[in-house]
């Protein structure tokens, strides 16, 4: 655990004018931790920023998401803008249930997360929006189903809780996403578009977003993302060390110098 990398970080994000923080999400090492660990990690950021929290659980039956959720209430408190939880079931009936119990248990409002890619677990859209409407705890939707962009548009258009999208940034916004919880390294990207997207619409948003573009093609790649996520941020003076968790991939050095031209391209206030 490097603590006083961590708040470094996300003093950072707070710096650059980010309006929350996703901490202990599905993108980043949250499943490899202990529940001390987890507590570490939570405790840093509430120490180093005053930012909204919003807070993932990687479990998905019952029992362990209200341990992880209590645990999370009790470091956090009221802090807490939202507890990310996964879609645990195709049955939205066994949704309700589940985060009906959750809010109950902690009286956190529940920021529902619909990401097949780590929940293995793939609902209609129809469905999750029938289990949404259900739950009056509900604060927002994280949709990261595919095509991410169509869910988007019917959920923005059938709920009145925002709803966030990822990587698809760009085309989220135009389907009516709120904004976007993602794990680029360079989210003073994310920033641009996201703000010029309000404030002069889609193409200005596009040329904003541009000049990141290549990089985050680039961090996309299938095994080895969150590695390359890390060493960037580490080049970026951010963090001191990038290794991962095993069982995760290590970047293969061959990739660093293709990185290396990725971050020098950047705008060079973010460089």
Not at 50 to 64: H, K, S
Not at 105 to 131: C, E
Not at 193 to 206: E, F, M
């Amino acid at each position: 655990m490097d603590e006083s990398s961590l708040a470094r970080l996300v003093e950072h994000y707070e710096r650059i004018g980010t309006t929350g923080l996703t901490v202990l999400g599905v993108f980043g090492e949250a499943v490899r931790l202990s529940a001390e660990e987890r507590r570490t990690v939570l405790q840093a950021v509430v120490d180093a920023v005053d930012l909204p929290l919003v807070v993932g659980v990687t479990a998905l039956a019952t029992a362990p998401v209200l341990e992880e959720a209590r645990l999370v209430r009790d470091v956090v408190g009221d802090r807490l803008a939202g507890l990310m939880v996964h879609v645990n079931s195709p049955d939205p009936q066994v949704v309700v249930a589940h985060l009906d119990t959750v809010h109950d248990a902690t009286g956190a409002g529940i920021v529902v997360q619909d990401y097949p890619a780590t929940s293995r677990v793939a609902i209609r859209t129809a469905d999750l929006v029938h289990a949404v409407r259900a739950v009056p705890s509900t604060v927002a939707v994280k949709a990261e189903a595919p095509p991410t962009a169509a869910a988007v548009a019917r959920l923005t258009a059938e709920l009145d809780v925002p709803v966030f999208g990822g990587l698809g940034l760009l085309d989220e916004l135009a389907a009516g996403a709120a904004g976007t919880m993602t794990g680029f390294s360079c989210p003073e990207g994310l920033i641009a578009c996201v703000r010029t997207w309000h404030s002069g619409g889609h193409d200005a948003a596009r040329q904003a977003y541009l000049p990141y573009l290549p990089l985050v093609n680039f961090e996309a790649q299938a095994g080895i993302a969150l590695a390359l996520r890390k060493e960037a941020i580490r080049q970026r003076g951010l963090i001191t060390d990038s290794g991962v968790r095993p069982p995760a991939t290590q970047l293969p050095q061959a990739l660093v110098p293709q990185l290396e031209r990725h971050l020098a391209a950047l705008p060079e206030e973010v460089r």
